[in-house]
């Protein structure tokens, strides 16, 4: 196969491709496959994001420097990073993985992409691993909010409240349905101060605590028009809402009708 | 202070000695500190030690190196390095840290020596960084024995019967001490074809489990004789087995005396 084209797609040309090609292997395809060039390019990966917040972020303390580096080096952002530079197309697959759609499973391209920066730091140190690095993270940290990224709904939501002085919301427990390890939980986040109901389901108390936390940030913005569109903005981007933006009721409504909220689910 | 002692013993003369200085510095002595270098050394140790390992054992499969990796960049590792080139009388730390003795801190000593690995990174790149690890782990990485490091006294027995074939131990809880909130566990590890009983102790179950592991692998190992040096010599080095050796009883005894066997203790 011609990988001129991923070579470009990464900025990289293998002096040694041997190790291109070993990169890109399954282990459902060979024995010398790229699990031990995964373990490497993770450390490989892990340095060069963590350089880049260093220097873009001076006044950030480590804390927030580690949640940042976390969400930046997790599966789902090397699948979106995978999927701009086609690396599917290139993968040596196994029988079985090929015919089950391997090749556009998350953890297969993130794993890949490891491998890939393991192979660029074998082949020619780790400058030019984090070269590659920096250029396909280059959209990615130029929209980030340091503020949130990686935070969840909760604590977004407990955040902007307190940055208005409003009081902080409260979760309880409506319902549940189904059996005991097939649970469904109905979880009703509330606003008082800004007669916000709202419900969340999920397969947890935690996980439909979360829907309602984003169905409540998505009401809180909504009332706030002024401040609505930069964080309604953050807020979409970094937890990935997808949900149906929640009505706000009165009390009175939510009383008489619980039926009406608006109710998103998480896995 | 003189820090060249300090930088000998590194391998590393500083360009920017102010970066030196900041990685010596606890948060407790000034606004100017450590930790954002300790986020960042984090990284350039991981991935230093990776590519050691990823030399070292080209036959090793991700999973192991992981486990090998997480072992000696663990704190416990660090401190022992820091102890090795007196870190410690360097460190600048505030008042209240030095009366309680910060300065011999393993949590404080494994952070400085993170963060003074970030600093040799950002002075001189990813190379002099590696380098200053490879010589600081030269010593530790001779000695460890990859089948073994990292691995809690209960698999190191269950791999040690399996590959003699001898039926795996049994463990039970025969007493509970102390109220709810600070119980303490006896556990006896039983393997019945060696006639092999021991007794553990510890603040929880799993604790006292482990201790019974680590005599029984004592007692089953003394009764090897031709594979008892080298086993016992990794066994120690690796848990750090500060125990007993456990007697060996006869199950007739183990049943009338049940106050005799040997008895660890884990925290």
């Known amino acids: 196969m011609d990988l001129k084209g991923l070579e470009e797609r990464l900025g990289h040309r ?4 041997a190790l291109l090609q070993q990169a890109l292997t399954h282990r459902s395809f060979s024995a010398v496959h790229n699990e031990r060039l995964e373990f490497l390019g993770d450390s490989v990966l892990n340095l060069a994001v963590a350089h880049l917040l260093y220097d873009k972020y001076a006044k950030i303390d480590e ?8 969400n930046l080096v997790k599966q789902q952002a090397l ?25 556009r499973r998350p953890s297969i391209l993130a794993d890949t992409m490891e491998a890939l ?8 140190g780790f400058d ?8 396909l993270y280059e959209a990615v940290l130029a929209q980030i909010d340091p503020k949130t990224l990686g935070k969840d709904a909760k604590t977004l939501l407990q955040e902007y ?15 549940t349905h189904g059996a005991a390890h097939n649970q469904e939980f109905e979880v009703e986040c509330l ?20 829907g309602a936390a984003k169905l409540a940030l998505e009401a809180v913005v909504a009332l706030a028009p002024a401040a609505a569109k930069r964080a309604r903005k953050t807020t979409r981007r970094d937890t990935q809402l997808s ?3 929640a009505t706000v009721q009165t009390p009175q409504a939510d009383l008489l009708t619980p039926a009406e909220p608006a109710v998103g689910k998480t896995a």
Request: aromatic fraction near 8%; avoid cysteine.
């Open 128 to 135: 030019a691993a984090a070269k590659v690095v920096r250029k």
């Open 117 to 124: 920066f393991g192979a660029i730091f074998l082949d020619a």
């Open 14 to 17: 293998f002096k040694q491709p």
């Open 191 to 210: 606003v008082p101060k800004l007669d916000v109901r709202v419900v969340g389901m999920g397969g947890s108390r935690r996980a439909a605590e979360q």
């Open 79 to 103: 699948f979106e990073i995978a999927q701009t530079i086609s690396v599917s197309q290139y993968l040596n697959l196994g029988e079985g993985e090929l015919k089950s759609g391997g090749f």
């Open 161 to 175: 409240l307190q940055g208005r002085k409003i009081a902080l919301p409260t979760y309880n427990v409506i319902a």
């Open 243 to 245: 949900l149906p933006v």
């Open 63 to 70: 804390g927030d420097l580690s949640r940042l580096r976390a």
